[in-house]
């Protein structure tokens, strides 16, 4: 079996028996990087020089027997989100093209003391706001089962690095799906922590009380191996909960018992696409043939969870996003053009007589402001920022964020209650299979829609994994959700880990040439 | 105050720094003085990704404060995001507290020893933590605009504590702001330096008057800014009271009629000037912060700061009204010199067993040497004991008054002990048996002054002092014209 083939679990065995060093699984996978990225495009920026030297420095110590971290000599795959001190973090914008992070990020930081080889950074849509990885500011992410269609996102770069075996891990974030969707439709594995499990420190905020970073394997023990390095509490992070981290890794070969599993009467209405059904209902027979119950449960606000996303989370983006004003790092208009420009504009009206228009005017610090957030974001953030600052304007936060707020709570019990009768609910990651790149970047409602079965889960709180449960007859990937009560990360992944012990879904591989 | 044809109506917000040695959401340094930027770090200066955690102890004086100013105490309370642009915003937000302030409706009592004004009662609208912005530091030589900013505030505690507008002249505004100060030293929250930044008074005022058909009016609401001393304060209030007067008479203008108007008061100029407004609207767009956990505060354990508060002020005088038998006058100046010169004060009147003579060698004695001195009264070279002993000699009339300040000026200057000193400046008790004595021979030589005595000249008998003070220094004045003038009586 090639380097590139094998799971982060084996690669592990192998670097500490050293039938393998971490220099030679770093060169696999930077030449199927150097094969393929071109075509497509998971990273914004690849290091492989600092790959290398990290690769170097653990087979030293390992040469020397001295100690090494958990992930030795792993490759993993960074979102370009998630602060590394520094390096360039952009969040696929032009506002932050140049900008370098002072600082490492908790999970950044984590990874580095497990000693993985962090070997480049991600593209996704601009700040992990899309569904697609389109709205990047730079290029756009290809599905690697099939060029022509996209990779899903907003983690659409690490979860086609990881498909198409660029990198055998990679960290992702999932605000309303960004981790689950783009693995469902890459057929690989993506997990999104219940909120609060990984730190957010140092993670670029999209909208703070969804985001949660997660990792994204091929395989639900890879995802077990990244989960449990990443996770735990982190006193920078207020909202990082006090829960202990299991490990998963070691944890995960036991199989379920007496699993009842919940199959949610809403997810299954007109939309769903026909053979992601099939697959799906295929998947829960699986799970019966292992012993598992399966019983319908309701989740009747499920319904409003889109609209309600797309209230809080362009709410909070609108006011995270504020900080990029081009007074104090990133982007900054041409400001001689734009002082000039003013000026014309000024001696323009007052030889019009139009002194009241004169007199209205920006001045030049809210021309500067308006020009740089003009020019450095794309307009999905623009469009999501206005929504955002509609909904908090007075006379309208009432009927709008605080009803939000209102509902939010509502498909949280919704999910409480389904939880009572059973241990895992169980349901389509996607509606469809993919789609076709540009197919549906005119309509964004179309494109809010993609989030229909993955938003929930960050509205609750909880935990979600996604995972290849079958294949489209175009070829493409089909993913399976599994969702589970807060902190039962662990019943997530020993229930993919049975599927992938029952099934191969998870070991084929996209033919890139 | 009667003597205008309007009522003054003045309510402050008084903005204070924590004295924390962290900002709010970081582990900076929050001293003041140090080079531009100096005291930030990544979440100070809202890098991208960096996330807040709340100081602790800045929680803990704030609620320290708040119970000291009688408020209620919310058992929940949120952070908020207040959001406008300014470049020494580096958020684009500030985090503050806005409709779950961890305290409300508490109260300040004021009095006023010189009479101007009866004691009352101010209302505390709210109390609420929130972080200061940085500083903007324009620079317009060569007829360039250079603009920068300086972030070592940004992130620094205020709490912001916002009075009722209970306030009736400029001397009850002053009265308040000089209370609320010498609390929040006692409770030692703040080191209070206006210069410094560290207490930012903001005034609101208006009138109530009387028009011409006898209808009851309200004049615009005023928002004055930049007061750097509580002299500042006063002065401008009178100075807005008088100008809202006069355009009220020129406009006719009513609350309600225009928007709040924000004036800056100019200390040099001693007026009030317009201020352009922000350039910011108003709509704050006020949401809960998703990034702090909301703070819980149980009941126990504002029983437990209520506890700890120790003696304030206004407890504090009225003991020492009550204990020593001293007047309003004298307790205010002992005890807005501070808990440690009023336990100074204390432990003399205890230990010589007389609070008004205590007190007046503490406020006159000890604050003149210790200005004299520039130093406090815990460095202070004579203990309280020492005084006491000395206080107690006066009493007893061992020591005279103009010698017993001179002993002391020794124990003070030189560090000597009582005994020490009295010894050095040739001081001992001249006994009883001798005085009568020397009195004896005062009245055989002096039949000129007996004859005026027994005429009823009393000061006559002040002569027989003099004279005795200079046959022996140590002789107690008082004592020698009892004995003369029995003396003289029994003759
Ligand atoms: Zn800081």
Known sequence: MSLIEKSAKQLLADLSARSVSAVEVTEAYLTEIASHDAKVGAFLRVDAEGALAKARDIDQRRALNQPVGHLAGIPVAVKDILCSRGEVVTCASRILEHFAAPYDSTVVAKLKAADAVLIGRTNLDEFAMG????????????????????????????????????????????????????????????????????????????????????????????????LETIAGHDPLDSTSVHSPVPPYSEWIEQPLEGLTIGLVREHFGPGLDEEVNAAVRDAIRIYESLGAKVKEVSLPHSKYAVATYYIIAPSEASSNLARYDGAHYGYRTDERDMLAELDAQRKALEAAGDKKAAAQLDTALVRMYRRSRSEGFGAEVKRRIMLGTYALSAGYYDAYYLKALKVRRLIRQDFDKAFEDVDLIAGPATAAPGYKIGERADDPLAMYLLDLYTVSANLAGIGGIVFPCGFSQAGLPIGLQLQAPPFEEDRLLRAAHMFQRATDWHTRRPALT | MSDTPYTIVIGLEVHVQLATQSKLFCGCSTQFGAGPNTQTCPICTGMPGTLPVMNRRAFELSLRTAVALNCQIAPFT????????????????????????????????????????????????????????????????????????????????????????????????????????????????????????????????????????????ATPIVEIKNMNSFRAVERALTYESARQYDVWQETRQKLGDVPKQTRGWDDTANVTHGQRHKEESSDYRYFPDPDLVPVTVAAEEVERVRAELGELPAQMRERLEKTYGINAYDSDVLVNQGRELVSYFVDVADTCGDGKVASNWVQQDVLRLLKELGTDIEAFPVRPW???????????????????????????????????????????????????????????????????????????????????????????????REICLELIAAM
């Open chain 2, 78 to 217: 949120k952070w908020d995001r207040k959001q406008y642009y300014y470049p020494d915003l580096p958020k684009g937000y500030q985090i503050s507290q806005y409709d779950l302030p961890f305290s409300s409706d508490g109260y300040v009592e004021i009095a006023d020893a010189k009479g101007r004004f009866k004691p009352k009662r101010v209302g505390i609208i709210r109390a609420h933590l929130e972080e200061d912005a940085g500083k903007s530091m324009h620079d317009e030589k060569a007829g360039q605009a250079d603009s920068r900013i300086d972030l070592n505030r940004a992130g620094t505690p205020l709490l912001e504590i916002v009075s009722q507008p209970d306030m009736r002249s400029p001397a009850e505004a002053k009265a308040f702001l000089e209370e609320l100060k010498l609390l929040l030293t006692y409770l030692g929250v703040s080191d209070c330096n206006m210069q410094e930044g560290s207490l930012r008074v903001d005034a609101n005022v208006n009138l109530h008057l009387t028009d011409e058909r006898g209808e009851k009016i």
């Open chain 2, 386 to 480: 020492a005084l006491a002993d000395l206080l107690k000699k006066v009493k007893a009339g061992e020591v005279d008054t103009t010698r017993g300040r001179e002993v002391f000026a020794l124990m003070v200057s030189a560090g000597k002990s009582l005994e020490e000193a009295m010894q050095e400046l040739g001081i001992e008790k001249v006994d009883e048996s001798a005085l009568v004595e020397l009195c004896k021979q005062l009245i055989a030589a002096n039949p000129k002054l007996v004859a005026d005595v027994k005429a009823g000249k009393m000061q006559a008998a002040g002569a027989f002092v003099g004279q005795a003070k200079k046959a022996n220094p140590n002789v107690n004045p008082a004592r020698v």
């Open chain 1, 131 to 226: 569904g697609s990885t389109e709205n990047s500011a730079f290029h756009v992410t290809h599905n690697p089962w099939d060029l022509s269609c996209f990779a899903g996102g907003s983690s659409g770069g690490s979860a086609a690095s990881v498909a198409a075996r660029m990198a055998p891990l990679a960290i992702g974030t999932d605000t309303g799906g960004s981790i689950r969707q783009p693995a469902g439709l890459c057929g690989i594995t993506g997990l999104k922590p219940t909120y609060g499990h990984v730190s957010r420190y140092g993670v670029v905020a999209f909208a703070s009380s969804l985001d949660q970073v997660g990792p994204m394997a091929r395989t639900a023990e890879d995802a077990a191996l990244l």
